[in-house]
């Protein structure tokens, strides 16, 4: 039994014609085999003109315009000696749920600094060096992107 079907891959239509066959006729070697026919492309069937005047509808063409630059918002203006030296970054995208350090606060190196709330798991973030904290860019309830700084600390 052979079936005609319309394939179409990666956008591009092909007419293929299969034949069903038995367990034995695809273990037989002594049967002679003809060459495959390469598979060729299909046109679109054209679409059929509308048959009443009504329903005829001339397309406009699409305009689009090139989204506006997003405007950042402007830095934030710290003198560089209120920062410290080694910042404390987010390692994941999440949600602050608490900071347990202020700025002055004395930390040492694995200390927990605050808890960033992601996946809904609760990651304690730890200092990486031991010194005063400098700034904290951040408060409970901030949502956080990765890799944002989330406070500095200063090590001397």
Known sequence: MQKRLRVTVNGEEF?????????????????????????????????????KPEETKKEEPVVE???????EPPAREEPAADRGDVEVTAPLAGSIKSVNVSVGDKVSTGETVLTLE?????????????GTVATVE???????DSDAVLMTIDSA
């Open 15 to 51: 007419e293929v014609t299969i034949e069903e066959m038995d367990e034995q006729e695809s273990v037989s070697a002594s049967r002679p085999t003809t060459p495959r026919p390469q598979p060729r492309p299909v046109k679109p069937p054209e679409p059929e003109a509308a048959s």
């Open 65 to 71: 315009q090139a989204p506006a630059a997003k405007e």
């Open 118 to 130: 992601a996946l809904k798991l609760e990651n304690e973030i730890v200092s990486p060096a031991d």
């Open 138 to 144: 951040i408060s409970s309830g901030d949502n956080v």
